[in-house]
């Protein structure tokens, strides 16, 4: 395919296509069990559609600043922003470089982002710096799968499957990245995906602890 249709498909159909895939049942439950537990000040890096709007609990939540570099995904969440009983702040802008101050979040939640998200290790640096020192990092990631068959598709599919998805990259290990920052996992949950997504491995979703001192 020419450059010229990449991006077209890039800023056209991929973004309508993560938001379909992202809606659907199999990342429903998750959201469901982990997005309740963010209070307080919440960013969401990698804020995408808004897919986890839903499921925050409204008498934690004091604000969310959902964060995301994609003008067509937040256009998709922004209607489902405006009946809620937070307020609710959009930002364009990359993890990488979150535009706010230290110590400003209570809670970050990150969904099936950090797969995406071009440079992972800088996003981890920036939520450790805007996080709270007793704050919570809540992510819910899908990676590299625990079985080899599944890993070496994973392996075969990767560049074909990040130009459709969005830049989405099915060999990451979010526990070794969320680790290697420097937080702590205090919680895991590891659940394995099925068809049509058996190609995502298995859903890794947790809570972590940003480094003390
Ligand atoms: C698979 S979608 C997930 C969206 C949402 N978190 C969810 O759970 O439905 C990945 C998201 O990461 C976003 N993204 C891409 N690059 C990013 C970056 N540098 N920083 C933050 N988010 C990024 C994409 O725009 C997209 O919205």
Redesign the pocket.
Known sequence: MCQSCLSWYARCIA?YL?HAG?SANA?AHMRKRMIPRAGGIVV??????G??LPYYDAAKVKRLVG????GT?LGLAEPKTRSLPFSVECIRA???RLPLIDSFADTVV????F?????PEA?LTEIRRILRPLGQLIFIEHGRAERLRCRRWQERLNGLWGRL????HLNRDPLRLIRAAGFRIVEEECEQFHLPFWQLGSHRAGIAAPPTG
């Open positions: 973004p993560v992202c990342f969401e890096v990698g804020f995408g559609s897919l986890n964060v995301d570099p994609d995904m990359g993890g990488e990150v969904t099936y982002a797969c995406t998200i071009p440079d996003a998805a969005g830049g989405c």
